[in-house]
Every structure is written in structure tokens, then in C-alpha cells.
């Protein structure tokens, strides 16, 4: 059962949302007035979930100049991919056994999407359906920690923009990307839990795509 979520819990969800879509960029400034405006809330929850965020490195809270986009380095990016295998190959390996064939339907449904942005290039909707892709098995790991530790270490990574200089570049990374969420889903449907730790950790979040990508 999901936990009760509080305002504060919102509006950390609302700021993070912001960073992940590109809305707030690194080194600029939140504005709590216009988030409380925005939300219609007083300034105490967002203040509490500006705090949190601090906490947890994805904001800076600098002297004069408020909290802060901390931006994040090529090694950054890394380190997160790291993690994040690890954590999503456990919630994969977990959820495993819960997917239904309506599930598979529906992660098919994002691979298929996710080419048809990649070959118009639109990277918004790409990184829309790769969100939806993982986050479906992963709501259904059972594990509401693990759901939780997963969200606030993806919260760090800034959404990637491509110029057009890269844009060539970028479609080759992602269609390679989409094969190995393909072969995410052949292990869903074959029952391979340990094939899917594996895949993920060591091969889907592998370090060496972080210079090019990080909406995998």
C-alpha cells in the first residue's frame, strides 16, 4: 500500500519533476514565492522540502543566495549510474514474478513509443516512456523502501539536452539503449530474475553511457 504522502512530500516531488524535465537548471535559483504560488501552499512545506532536497545533494543552499540547481559532473553521472543499476536490477529481480500480460503489453507499448521518438527525435517524449518504462515494475517490486531510494537517486540526474551538433550521435545511443530495454522485457517474460540483475547492473546503467545520456 502506497504511504501517505505528505505536503512537503509534494512539493519535493513537484521541485524534483522541475529539475528532471529541465524546467530548473543547475545554478539557478528556486524562487519559494512563485512554487507557493504555483501550489497554492504556504511557504513552510516548501521550505521543508527545499531542506530535504539540500539533504540529499540535489540542491545547494548558499549564504545571500538561497537554495540552488547543483549541477553534476560527467564522474557524478557515473558513480549514479552505479548505483542506480544495482538498485533497479534488485527492484526488477523482485517484480519479477508480479508482472502480468497486461504488463508486458504495456512495456512493449513504451519500447514502440520510445522508437518513434527517437526516429522524430523528440527526446521530451523519449524520456517520458523510459520513465514509465522502468517505473512500472519497479511500483511493483513490493519493496516501498527500495521504490523510494531508487526515485531520490535518479532525482540527481539532470535531464540530458542535445544540441544539433549531437544530434546524430544521440539517436545512436538511444536506439541502442531501446535494444537493451527490449531485452529487459525478453527476461520479464522468460521469468530470468538473476538475468535481469545482471542485465541491469552491469550492462543497461554501465558508466561509459554517461557522457552521452543519462535517460536510459
Known amino acids: 500500500m502506497e504511504r501517505f504522502k505528505t505536503l512537503k512530500d509534494h512539493v519535493y516531488e513537484y521541485i524534483a519533476a522541475q529539475i528532471r524535465e529541465g524546467n530548473l537548471i543547475p545554478d539557478q535559483r528556486i524562487n519559494e514565492n512563485i512554487i507557493c504560488e504555483e501550489l497554492n501552499i504556504s511557504r513552510t512545506p516548501v521550505r521543508e522540502a527545499l531542506i530535504q532536497l539540500s ?9 545571500r543566495r538561497g537554495f540552488l540547481i547543483r549541477s553534476i559532473s560527467e564522474k557524478d553521472v557515473r558513480e549514479l549510474y ?5 538498485l533497479d536490477g534488485y527492484a526488477a529481480n523482485l517484480a519479477c514474478n508480479a508482472l502480468t ?4 503489453a504495456d512495456l512493449s507499448f513504451y519500447i514502440e513509443a520510445m522508437d518513434l521518438a527517437i526516429r522524430s527525435g ?29 526515485a531520490k537517486s535518479k532525482n540527481k540526474l539532470l535531464k540530458k539536452t542535445y544540441s544539433e551538433a549531437t544530434h546524430q550521435n544521440a539517436k545512436e545511443v538511444l536506439h ?5 530495454h ?3 522485457l525478453r527476461l520479464f517474460q522468460t521469468k530470468d530474475k538473476e538475468g535481469l540483475f545482471r542485465f541491469l547492473s552491469q550492462t543497461h546503467w554501465t558508466p561509459a ?4 545520456d543519462v535517460m536510459k
Request: net charge negative; hydrophobic share 30%; proline share 0%.
Open 176 to 180: 541502442a539503449t531501446n535494444d537493451e
Open 122 to 150: 523528440n527526446y521530451d517524449m523519449y524520456h517520458k516512456q523510459q520513465v514509465s518504462f522502468h517505473q512500472l515494475y519497479i511500483d511493483k517490486c513490493g519493496n516501498n523502501a527500495l521504490i523510494d531510494t531508487i
Open 55 to 63: 539533504a540529499e545533494g540535489i540542491l545547494e543552499n548558499k549564504a
Open 101 to 104: 500480460e497486461q504488463d508486458y
Open 182 to 184: 527490449r531485452e529487459i
Open 209 to 212: 553511457y554517461a557522457s552521452y
Open 82 to 86: 552505479s548505483v542506480i543499476g544495482i
